[in-house]
């Protein structure tokens, strides 16, 4: 559930961001353009360096090794 919802909020703010990159930064359609693949690319990245963090808490590498005392 927690994957999905961030998913959907990471998507709610690219669209957010790509709107607002459209209305403050209107240059031209080569800027525009530009603008518009730097802010997806951003979004994209955000999202999977989150997503690759969140899946690897599920199943760690690395167990802790508890001792016989604890």
Known sequence: MGFLVTTLIFSVVGIIASICSRICCNRG???NLLHL????????????????????????LIVPILSEGE
């Open 29 to 31: 359609p080569s800027a």
């Open 37 to 60: 693949t730097l802010v997806i690319t951003a979004t994209v990245c955000c999202w999977m360096m989150w997503a690759i963090v969140y899946i690897a808490q599920m199943k760690p």
